[in-house]
Nanobody, 123 residues
């Protein structure tokens, strides 16, 4: 089992920045690829970004490319999501997730999920 706890969400104005953190416990964190997903009210959960176990490769949704950056610190069992130039359309609950094998954008392939953290961007 891997337990994931997100933090860092909040209410900000458009153009501001936030950094989300996801702390992992349980199994060896460095064995897992990590992803961030988000779910806006009334909408499906969608892929935001992912990073391989080593941090050597990343992927981003087109909507956040150039504004968001994923990173990880395996020594601290933590993955981060730096969000810059936030837009009202970024308002959602943000979830981190872990998968033991592979690396990808499909939520169904991730085995473990956090409880989510709310990000609200006002215009």
């Amino acid at each position: 089992q891997v337990q994931l706890v997100e933090s860092g969400g909040g209410l900000v104005q458009a153009g501001a920045s936030l950094r989300l953190s996801c702390a992992a416990s349980g199994r060896t964190f460095s064995n897992y690829a990590m992803g961030w997903f988000r779910q806006a009210p009334g909408k499906e959960r969608v892929f935001v970004t992912a990073i391989t176990w080593s941090g050597g490769a990343t992927a981003y949704a087109d909507s956040v490319k150039g504004r968001f950056t994923i990173s990880r610190d395996n020594a601290k069992n933590t993955v981060y999501l730096q969000m810059n130039s936030l837009e009202p359309e970024d308002t959602a609950v943000y979830y981190c997730a872990a998968r033991r094998y592979g690396f990808g954008r499909s939520a169904s392939t991730y085995e473990y999920w956090g409880q989510g953290t709310q990000v609200t961007v006002s215009s």
